[in-house]
């Protein structure tokens, strides 16, 4: 790699192995990829977007399908030097506007299913390029692509360059743009891939990763998909996670990442036993908690030991469970240690540091955590300390052999499925709703997305509302990951004396809700 371009597809693209021919991604409906293939088509596609004349620092914002081309497309943006932006495929109009409005991306990819709302809202918050990409290779984007040279040199960027802007919520409910750099990007990945012990192809057993996240996430978009190429290992590669068909994949594949629910739907199938992960090497999880039970179960069950870690799209990845057992055991519950180069410390609600094995909130630092939100300064601000410590948001505690815990949150979040919801936004929406006079949203235990939430809902006095009518309200205008599972209508909310909701009283009461629910 040229030792001043700092851009992460150069890195990346230094990693691929010698032989280009050999095949880099696998479908599970078949379809091979080669390194050549990845390399002519991440430049055809860079030289199309830098053929449109974008502003440096251009947004290239991409709600897709998952497909292989869509993966492409995001090497591509990083090789042309603008910033991807991905989005969730189930945003809903209220929510791409916003993220439009926000963004101001010069280039928006849709599904061709949506291109009549997206190109509209598009159009009109001022982006001059819609395309569109299908997750069966149909589409503008490629047509367009197809006409321009398959050879790019990749464009210069520093460590300090924006690669990435990625859409989390706070606690009001507003999505906020994290801004990740080159050097966010390329100092975790090279971390991780020492930490987790990546065997590139000239070593022996190398690496074969089962890629069943979505791309529109840090854990897939990130973690899972540049650990893969910059050890140069092959992928096999799953648009939509199905257990079975999962299991399957996993005879053939060394490295798995997931949520936890991936892992609790693949252990309610009988298939998974010892024999079809005997040539498994590492299954990773994180995104969310993953029950002790689940870790214990996957144990006995296939006789690996799941390495737990712990990240946030502000950050990346923070801590991690050791890899190799000369670092220490994996300890089931725990987020393991900080990894090299991060700080991580545990601070009181006054900032003064807690005495070792207390409670309270994670603060960290390292070349892995991000520049700001986008066009947000001030709730930057917000959110480092003043020694410049990044305030996580979440509460946990170092033991005395150093292993983190996270025991809560101190943000109003609730992580289903390994997608976060924010009952902030949730509620906002409820409470527009004609005779909703409050509501509170809060998160319950659910067997399957191991979290989800529970709408609790106070009528304005003379108004007569259904639960079921608040519900089918919210699926019309939000992502269907976003929806409460249960809503209920109730004449009051529990406060305490300052007359703050007590969520943790509403969690108490239908912490049950879901506990006998099918796993599936
Ligand atoms: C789907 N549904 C959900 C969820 N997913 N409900 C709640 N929570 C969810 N996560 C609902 C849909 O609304 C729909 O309901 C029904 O389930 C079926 O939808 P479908 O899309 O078919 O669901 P699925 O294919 O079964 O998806 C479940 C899933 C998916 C595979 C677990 O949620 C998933 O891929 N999760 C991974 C999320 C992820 O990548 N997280 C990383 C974030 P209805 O029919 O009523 O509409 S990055 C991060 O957190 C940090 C940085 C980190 O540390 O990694
Ligand atoms: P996101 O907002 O998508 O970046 O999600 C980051 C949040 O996910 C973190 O702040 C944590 O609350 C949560 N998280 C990530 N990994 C873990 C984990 N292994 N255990 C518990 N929570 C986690």
Same mark, same amino acid.
């Given at each position: 790699?040229?030792?001043?371009?700092?851009?992460?597809?150069?890195?990346?693209?230094?990693?691929?192995?010698?032989?280009?021919?050999?095949?880099?991604?696998?479908?599970?409906?078949?379809?091979?990829?080669?390194?050549?293939?990845?390399?002519?088509?991440?430049?055809?596609?860079?030289?199309?977007?830098?053929?449109?004349?974008?502003?440096?620092?251009?947004?290239?914002?991409?709600?897709?399908?998952?497909?292989?081309?869509?993966?492409?497309?995001?090497?591509?943006?990083?090789?042309?030097?603008?910033?991807?932006?991905?989005?969730?495929?189930?945003?809903?109009?209220?929510?791409?506007?916003?993220?439009?409005?926000?963004?101001?991306?010069?280039?928006?990819?849709?599904?061709?299913?949506?291109?009549?709302?997206?190109?509209?809202?598009?159009?009109?918050?001022?982006?001059?390029?819609?395309?569109?990409?299908?997750?069966?290779?149909?589409?503008?984007?490629?047509?367009?692509?197809?006409?321009?040279?398959?050879?790019?040199?990749?464009?210069?960027?520093?460590?300090?360059?924006?690669?990435?802007?990625?859409?989390?919520?706070?606690?009001?409910?507003?999505?906020?743009?994290?801004?990740?750099?080159?050097?966010?990007?390329?100092?975790?990945?090279?971390?991780?891939?020492?930490?987790?012990?990546?065997?590139?192809?000239?070593?022996?057993?190398?690496?074969?990763?089962?890629?069943?996240?979505?791309?529109?996430?840090?854990?897939?978009?990130?973690?899972?998909?540049?650990?893969?190429?910059?050890?140069?290992?092959?992928?096999?590669?799953?648009?939509?996670?199905?257990?079975?068909?999962?299991?399957?994949?996993?005879?053939?594949?060394?490295?798995?990442?997931?949520?936890?629910?991936?892992?609790?739907?693949?252990?309610?199938?009988?298939?998974?036993?010892?024999?079809?992960?005997?040539?498994?090497?590492?299954?990773?999880?994180?995104?969310? %908690?993953?029950?002790?039970?689940?870790?214990?179960?996957?144990?006995?069950?296939?006789?690996?030991?799941?390495?737990?870690?712990?990240?946030?799209?502000?950050?990346?990845?923070?801590?991690?469970?050791?890899?190799?057992?000369?670092?220490?055991?994996?300890?089931?519950?725990?987020?393991?240690? %900080?990894?090299?180069?991060?700080?991580?410390?545990?601070?009181?609600?006054?900032?003064?540091?807690?005495?070792?094995?207390?409670?309270?909130?994670?603060?960290?630092?390292?070349?892995?955590?991000?520049?700001?939100?986008?066009?947000?300064?001030?709730?930057?601000?917000?959110?480092?300390?003043?020694?410049?410590?990044?305030?996580?948001?979440?509460?946990?505690?170092?033991?005395?052999?150093?292993?983190?815990?996270?025991?809560?949150?101190?943000?109003?979040?609730?992580?289903?499925?390994?997608?976060?919801?924010?009952?902030?936004?949730?509620?906002?929406?409820?409470?527009?709703?004609?005779?909703?006079?409050?509501?509170?949203?809060?998160?319950?235990?659910?067997?399957?997305?191991?979290?989800?939430?529970?709408?609790?809902?106070? %009528?304005?006095?003379?108004?007569?509302?259904?639960?079921?009518?608040?519900?089918?309200?919210?699926?019309?205008?939000?992502?269907?990951?976003?929806?409460?599972?249960?809503?209920?209508?109730?004449?009051?909310?529990?406060?305490?004396?300052?007359?703050?909701?007590?969520?943790?009283?509403?969690?108490?009461?239908?912490?049950?809700?879901?506990?006998?629910?099918?796993?599936?």
């Amino acid at each position: 790699m040229d030792r001043e371009n700092q851009n992460l597809f150069a890195a990346l693209r230094a990693a691929f192995p010698s032989d280009l021919d050999a095949v880099a991604v696998e479908t599970d409906d078949g379809l091979h990829y080669s390194w050549r293939d990845i390399d002519r088509a991440t430049a055809m596609l860079a030289n199309l977007l830098r053929s449109l004349d974008l502003p440096e620092g251009a947004r290239v914002a991409v709600q897709v399908e998952k497909s292989v081309e869509a993966m492409m497309l995001y090497l591509a943006t990083l090789r042309a030097g603008y910033v991807f932006l991905p989005l969730n495929t189930a945003y809903q109009s209220a929510e791409i506007e916003y993220f439009i409005g926000n963004a101001e991306p010069a280039v928006v990819v849709c599904s061709p299913a949506h291109f009549g709302w997206v190109s509209k809202l598009a159009f009109q918050a001022g982006t001059r390029h819609v395309f569109t990409l299908g997750d069966d290779r149909s589409g503008s984007l490629l047509e367009r692509a197809m006409h321009h040279a398959a050879e790019h040199e990749v464009v210069r960027r520093t460590s300090g360059d924006l690669a990435a802007i990625l859409y989390t919520s706070g606690t009001t409910g507003r999505s906020k743009g994290a801004m990740l750099t080159h050097g966010n990007l390329l100092s975790n990945a090279r971390v991780l891939k020492d930490y987790w012990g990546w065997r590139t192809p000239s070593q022996e057993g190398a690496d074969v990763l089962l890629h069943a996240l979505p791309i529109f996430h840090v854990h897939g978009l990130f973690v899972a998909l540049h650990g893969a190429l910059i050890s140069g290992s092959r992928m096999l590669w799953m648009n939509r996670f199905d257990a079975r068909r999962a299991i399957d994949m996993l005879r053939r594949a060394t490295v798995f990442m997931g949520v936890p629910t991936l892992y609790t739907r693949m252990l309610a199938e009988p298939a998974l036993d010892r024999d079809t992960v005997r040539g498994m090497r590492l299954f990773i999880s994180g995104s969310a %908690p993953l029950l002790l039970e689940t870790f214990d179960v996957w144990r006995e069950r296939t006789g690996h030991t799941i390495l737990e870690r712990y990240g946030m799209s502000e950050t990346l990845m923070l801590s991690s469970n050791p890899y190799d057992p000369r670092d220490g055991e994996r300890r089931g519950g725990t987020v393991g240690f %900080p990894l090299p180069g991060v700080g991580l410390r545990v601070r009181g609600d006054d900032g003064a540091p807690v005495a070792a094995g207390e409670v309270g909130g994670i603060e960290v630092t390292g070349p892995n955590v991000f520049i700001g939100y986008w066009r947000m300064p001030e709730k930057t601000r917000e959110e480092f300390t003043a020694d410049g410590w990044f305030k996580t948001g979440d509460v946990g505690r170092i033991d005395e052999r150093g292993y983190v815990t996270i025991v809560g949150r101190s943000k109003d979040l609730i992580i289903s499925g390994g997608y976060n919801v924010y009952p902030a936004e949730i509620e906002g929406f409820i409470n527009e709703l004609p005779g909703v006079a409050e509501s509170a949203v809060v998160g319950v235990p659910h067997p399957d997305f191991g979290e989800v939430g529970v709408a609790v809902v106070v %009528p304005r006095p003379t108004a007569e509302v259904e639960g079921a009518a608040i519900v089918a309200a919210l699926k019309a205008r939000l992502a269907n990951f976003k929806i409460p599972k249960h809503c209920d209508v109730v004449a009051e909310l529990p406060r305490n004396t300052m007359g703050k909701v007590q969520k943790n009283v509403l969690r108490d009461r239908y912490k049950a809700l879901f506990s006998d629910a099918p796993t599936m």
